[in-house]
């Protein structure tokens, strides 16, 4: 008997990215079939192609932003039927650790992800526990629901700080996190989000989006302290990933203000403490998501402008030009579209 085959997105080394034909999973135990019907590139991507990232190994299919359908079941289950419209959670926590043991395993000592330490989703189909799929609305398109996960991080960024007090908030960083983060911090009834960035494009995409979008550097810091009666933000999102905007945070944050750190730095960074001290300011690390933080996400979702976050669509047997599209920086949200029907 012929097996059956499907196209995917392989990393197979340092910078090599390319179409593979491989064999169509197999469901066991647990698990189920997944047709992708759209999976996005992640600024950790970057890394994993680069060959830099720390844990993902060669030969691997990327992805972990998706949206598909189920088409089969090991055997029936409660949570999931076949022709449910649904994402991925993608964490792989170890459930020993005391993270994972105390009710916060998105923090675990030993944390793994689809589409790092185990294949993901760019590809026609992705074999997946079905305690990871989580369920779409039926009207949510596939596009959408591919940028449930990235939502899901800004969800969690925003729920890191309490927004009583908060009029003014600052976004570092206008990438698709960045954006996403300011979008719900203004859902979240935030009266005024500044979002700023160095790219003259991204704040043009933000301000497409309804956001308040100013230069970084000299000019935030002077609109932030013009529209605060020169007291500086309540709470301050650090989105970039950059040391410079570790550097200003401090400066554009308010006494008692928070800082919450979104963005992954690759190594460690200069943050002025005796700001904080100050101040009497309050840092907080976010990372990843919960999967209360998915369904609030995925109830959020229709309600923001996310379509127009979505720079650039690639068929699957096209994901290398895909990649350098999202590799050059001119570019926002990049989906691959599988078309498995065709193959």
Do not use: W
């Not at 759209?38 to 060669?58: E, K, M, Q």
């Not at 605060?228 to 945070?249: I, K, R, W, Y």
């Amino acid at each position: 008997m012929v097996a059956e085959t499907m196209l995917a997105a392989r990393y197979m080394g340092p910078d090599q990215l390319r179409p593979e034909l491989l064999e169509r999973p197999v469901v066991r135990h647990g698990e189920a079939l997944v047709r992708i019907d759209a999976c996005g590139f992640c600024g950790s991507d970057l890394n994993i192609v680069a060959g830099t990232h720390p844990r993902a190994r060669a030969p691997l299919t990327i992805g972990h932003e998706l949206a598909g359908t189920v088409v089969e079941l090991a055997k029936p289950d409660a949570h999931v039927a076949v022709g449910d419209r649904v994402t991925m959670f993608p964490l792989i926590s170890c459930g020993r650790c005391y993270a994972c043991t105390h009710g916060q395993s998105h923090v675990c000592r030993e944390l793994k992800l689809f589409g790092f330490d185990r294949d993901g989703g760019m590809a026609d189909f992705v074999r997946l526990p079905i305690a990871s799929l989580m369920k779409l609305p039926e009207t949510m398109s596939p596009a959408i629901g591919a940028l449930i996960e990235p939502l899901a991080v800004a969800v969690h960024a925003v729920g890191r700080a309490d927004l009583a007090d908060v009029d003014v908030a600052v976004v570092l960083g206008a990438g698709p996190i960045g954006l996403l983060t300011a979008l719900v911090a203004s859902a979240k009834g935030i009266g005024r989000v500044v979002i700023s960035d160095v790219s003259e494009a991204r704040l043009e995409l933000a301000r497409s989006l309804g956001l308040e979008a100013i230069e970084a550097g000299a000019p935030l810091l002077g609109h932030v302290m013009a529209i605060t009666d020169q007291n500086g933000a309540g709470l301050v999102f650090e989105c970039a990933g950059h040391p410079s905007s570790a550097t200003e945070m401090t400066a554009l944050a308010r006494p008692r203000g928070v800082l919450v750190g979104v963005g992954v730095f690759k190594r460690p960074v200069s943050v002025d403490l005796q700001g904080v001290n100050f101040k009497e300011l309050e840092l907080v690390g976010s990372r990843v998501y919960t999967r209360d933080d998915f369904d609030e996400a995925i109830a959020l979702a229709s309600s923001l402008p996310l379509d127009r976050i979505i720079s650039h669509r690639f068929p699957l047997e096209d994901v290398e030009n895909a990649f350098a599209q999202f590799r050059s920086g001119d570019a926002c949200k990049v989906l691959v579209e599988p078309r498995s029907s065709d193959r």
